[in-house]
């Protein structure tokens, strides 16, 4: 069966979740990610992409991000991986396929849903019990979002911005966002589109996705979801 065709829509915020091969390790070291979240940085840069969020675990990395043309994000994550894979296989003098093919994602209506995949991605060690809270995990930009530690990395949304008048309050507002626990129908949601590679938002946003695309685009019946 072809595989079908991403869309994507120029501004529009997309999670992403790219995972090892045969669920197998990818970042073995701190050298190894933060090389890759330097070159990350270097081709969103050159492609185009803002990153708001992101989490690199051992088997796979999430990110939010917001691709300025419909090829930018494509550009960029093949740039990263490309390079990423032949550093690893490198330095640890290994062979073949690093990635569990390409990678998914999922475009994101973001009035309703960018706050939830945000603190998705940065509760993702918590849930994984890495980490007994956000902050103390490293590799995620909670610290930048929720702190206001600076991150060349991350860009933040317009919707970060209207958090708090002024920019130094914004950092605050947005960790208040994590008191509360994410509904299991929200995060049911964002694992079904994740996976599926559907459209996150309510029916309106569904139909705007299928006009640009040219083509009737409907999530399936919801099954047992992946845990990411």
């Known amino acids: 069966m072809p595989r079908r065709p991403r869309v ?3 501004g529009h915020p997309v999670h992403v979740i ?3 091969n045969n669920k197998g390790q990818v970042f073995f070291d701190a050298a190894g990610a933060k090389q890759y979240l330097d070159w990350l940085g270097e ?5 185009g992409v803002a990153v708001h969020a992101y989490v690199l675990m051992t088997n796979h990395l999430h990110l939010l991000v917001s691709p300025e043309t419909a090829l930018a994000l494509p550009r960029a994550m093949k740039h990263v991986n490309w390079r ?10 290994r062979t073949g396929s690093l990635w569990e093919g390409r990678y998914r994602a999922s475009l994101i209506e973001a009035d309703d849903y960018y706050f939830a995949c945000s603190r998705y991605i940065e509760l993702n060690p918590v849930r994984a019990g890495l980490a007994k809270a956000p902050g103390a995990y490293r590799w995620s930009s909670y610290k930048a979002n929720a702190e ?3 991150d060349p990395l991350i860009s933040h949304h317009a919707l970060y911005e209207t958090l708090a008048s002024e920019a130094a309050d914004r950092p605050a507002a947005y960790a208040g966002l994590f008191e509360g626990a994410i509904p299991d129908t929200t995060l049911g949601a964002i694992r079904d589109a994740l996976n599926g590679g559907w459209p996150l938002g309510p029916e309106r946003f569904a139909a705007l996705v299928s006009r640009h695309a040219g083509r009737t685009i409907t999530q ?9």
Not at 43 to 47: D, F, G, T
Not at 84 to 93: A, L, Q
Not at 220 to 228: E, M, S, V
């Open 148 to 150: 206001g530690k600076a």
């Open 43 to 47: 081709a969103a840069a050159e492609h």
């Open 8 to 10: 994507f829509l120029p």
């Open 18 to 20: 790219q995972r090892g």
């Open 220 to 228: 399936r019946k919801r099954g047992r979801p992946h845990a990411n």
């Open 84 to 93: 990423y894979s032949r550093y690893i296989n490198g330095t640890h003098e």
